[in-house]
């Protein structure tokens, strides 16, 4: 039996009903990430390590 994953949203999600964002969901070995607008529809999978990177290279201003 699987645990079901927990999603959640950024606090930086918006205003109204905050559905206008993704939600991701955590689990030791992977990340996934859905569209909260349609959260029964497929979602992308990252192992958690390549998540991380990405998230890494989002923090670092771009080159001049």
């Known amino acids: 039996m699987t645990t079901p994953d927990i999603w959640r949203k950024s606090s930086y999600s918006g205003g109204g009903q905050g559905d206008a964002c993704v939600e991701i969901a955590h689990r030791p070995t992977h990340i996934s990430i859905r569209d909260s607008k349609t959260p029964t529809s ?14 890494q290279a989002l923090k670092v201003p771009p080159q001049a």
């Open 42 to 55: 497929p979602h992308l999978t990252f192992a958690a390590e390549t998540f991380s990177t990405f998230l």
